[in-house]
Each structure stands twice: as structure tokens, then as C-alpha cells.
């Protein structure tokens, strides 16, 4: 059974920095795609961040020059770092893993439970 468990969903203070983490088990991504979505109350899922298995990433505009994708192969484990975070960051966090990936354009084939990140102004 595939899991991705995310970790380091919190509150933080605008402008400062957070690291979500997510780690797979049940089964190996180090040949796919892995990224990030994000959840705001009333507004649908949205496409943050992705990180292929060669390396390269891809991210939304929005996150552009604030956070880094990177992942760890060895560990099935895929990170986020977000700085300079804003108000509008605020969102539940999806871990991805697998699916179909082009660039920014990503379906994944599996889900994280999410983590919820609260940016005060």
C-alpha cells in the first residue's frame, strides 16, 4: 500500500520561512515525478511545485522565486521549502508522487493527506 505522509504544515509569520517534507513508502518514485499542490478554503487544488526524476522543477507563478522543490531519491522523500511566504500561502499542502508530469502540467497517481499552512499578516 502506497502512502505519502507530509510533515511541517504549522503557522508562520509573514515574510519568514517553512519546510514541508513528504516521505513515500509501499513503493519507490525515484523514476517519477514528485510535487506539491495546495488547497485555500473555497478555492480548488492547485499546482505549486514539481520535481522530475532527473532533477529538473517547475513551478507555479505564484511561488516562483519563493520556494524550492528538491527531493531525495535515497529516501523517497520530497521537500518544499517556502520563503518570503505570504498571506495568500495559506492553504492545505498535497504531497504528490507518480502520474503523468510535462513540466508545470502534473497528474499525480497518488496523495498525501495534506498539511495545513497558515501565513499571519
Known amino acids: 500500500q502506497v502512502q505519502l505522509v507530509e510533515s511541517g504544515g504549522g503557522l508562520v509569520q509573514a515574510g519568514g520561512s517553512r519546510g514541508l517534507s513528504c516521505s513515500a513508502s509501499g513503493r519507490t518514485f525515484s523514476s517519477f515525478a514528485m510535487g506539491w499542490f495546495r488547497q485555500a478554503p473555497g478555492k480548488e487544488r492547485e499546482f505549486v511545485a514539481a520535481?522530475?526524476?532527473?532533477?529538473?522543477?517547475y513551478y507555479a507563478d505564484s511561488v516562483k522565486g519563493r520556494f524550492i522543490i528538491s527531493r531525495d531519491n535515497a529516501k523517497d522523500t520530497v521537500y518544499l521549502r517556502m520563503n518570503a511566504v505570504k498571506p495568500e500561502d495559506t492553504a492545505v499542502y498535497y504531497c504528490?508522487?507518480?502520474?503523468?508530469?510535462?513540466?508545470?502540467?502534473?497528474?499525480?497517481?497518488?496523495w498525501g493527506q495534506g498539511t495545513q499552512v497558515t501565513v499571519s499578516s
Open positions: 520535481i522530475n526524476w532527473t532533477g529538473s522543477t
Open positions: 504528490a508522487a507518480g502520474g503523468y508530469s510535462s513540466g508545470t502540467y502534473y497528474i499525480p497517481g497518488y
